[in-house]
T-cell receptor, first 111, second 117 residues
C-alpha cells in the first residue's frame, strides 16, 4: 500500500482563512518528510521539509511538524491568500533516494 | 536557467504508436526519475536511475523503457502507446545522498501532457 496518506480534497477556503492538510506516513525506518506544491500548469516545487522527529519545516508562512508518535506531518498556514491556490503533495523518503507521494490535495482560495 | 527541461509539453498519440519523452538536467544530479500523475493517485514512479548506465524499475514500469547514457539525459520511451498511458509525465532529478539531497530535494520538470487516442 501507499506509504503516505493525505487528506482528500478538494479544499475551498476564503482569503485569510486557516488551512490544514493532514498527512500520515508509514513508520518504517527513519524517513525524511516533505511537502511539495504544484501551481497550475507547472511542475512540483519543494515547499518545506523535516528530516527527524520534532523538526518543524517552514516556508512562505506554511509549517509542518514531524510527529513520530502520531506518524504525521500535517501542513498548516494561518492566513491563506489567493496565490496559495495549488495542489499540495505530502511525500516521504526513507534512507535512500526514492520519494513516495500522497495523492495530492487541491486547495482553492477565493477572494 | 539551471533546472530540468522536458520536451514536448503536449503530445497526442494514436494507440500503438511509439515515442520518446525527453528529459535533460544541467545540475550534475546523479539521480533522475520519471513519474506519471493521474487524478486521485498522486505521482507514481515509473523508472529511475542513480547514474549513467544504471536504471531500475519503479512502481509502474510496464509499457515504458528508459536508458541513461549520460548524466544529463534520461529519456522515457513508450513502446506501443495505449489509452491507459494518457497522463501527465514528470521528470525529476536530485543529488543522490547526503545533505545536498535533503537540503535541495527534487527538481521537477514542467511536465508532458500525453493523450493516447
Amino acid at each position: 500500500g501507499n506509504s503516505v496518506t493525505q487528506m482528500e480534497g478538494p479544499v475551498t477556503l476564503s482569503e485569510e482563512a486557516f488551512l490544514t492538510i493532514n498527512c500520515t506516513y508509514t513508520a518504517t525506518g527513519y524517513p525524511s518528510l516533505f511537502w511539495y506544491v504544484q501551481y497550475p500548469g507547472e511542475g512540483l516545487q519543494l515547499l518545506l521539509k523535516a528530516t527527524k522527529a520534532d523538526d518543524k519545516g517552514s516556508n512562505k508562512g506554511f509549517e509542518a511538524t514531524y510527529r513520530k508518535e502520531t506518524t504525521s506531518f500535517h501542513l498548516e498556514k494561518g492566513s491563506v491568500q489567493v496565490s496559495d491556490s495549488a495542489v499540495y503533495f505530502c511525500a516521504r523518503t526513507p534512507n535512500d533516494y526514492k520519494l513516495s507521494f500522497g495523492a495530492g490535495t487541491t486547495v482553492t482560495v477565493r477572494a | 536557467n539551471a533546472g530540468v527541461t522536458q520536451t514536448p509539453k503536449f503530445q497526442v498519440l494514436k494507440t500503438g504508436q511509439s515515442m520518446t519523452l525527453q528529459c535533460a538536467q544541467d545540475m550534475n544530479h546523479e539521480y533522475m526519475s520519471w513519474y506519471r500523475q493521474d487524478p486521485g493517485m498522486g505521482l507514481r514512479l515509473i523508472h529511475y536511475s542513480v547514474g549513467a548506465g544504471i536504471t531500475d524499475q519503479g512502481e509502474v514500469p510496464n509499457g515504458y523503457n528508459v536508458s541513461r547514457s549520460t548524466t544529463e539525459d534520461f529519456p522515457l520511451r513508450l513502446l506501443s502507446a495505449a489509452p491507459s498511458q494518457t497522463s501527465v509525465y514528470f521528470c525529476a532529478s536530485s543529488y543522490l545522498r547526503g545533505e545536498d539531497k535533503l537540503n535541495y530535494g527534487y527538481t521537477f520538470g514542467s511536465g508532458t501532457r500525453l493523450t493516447v487516442v
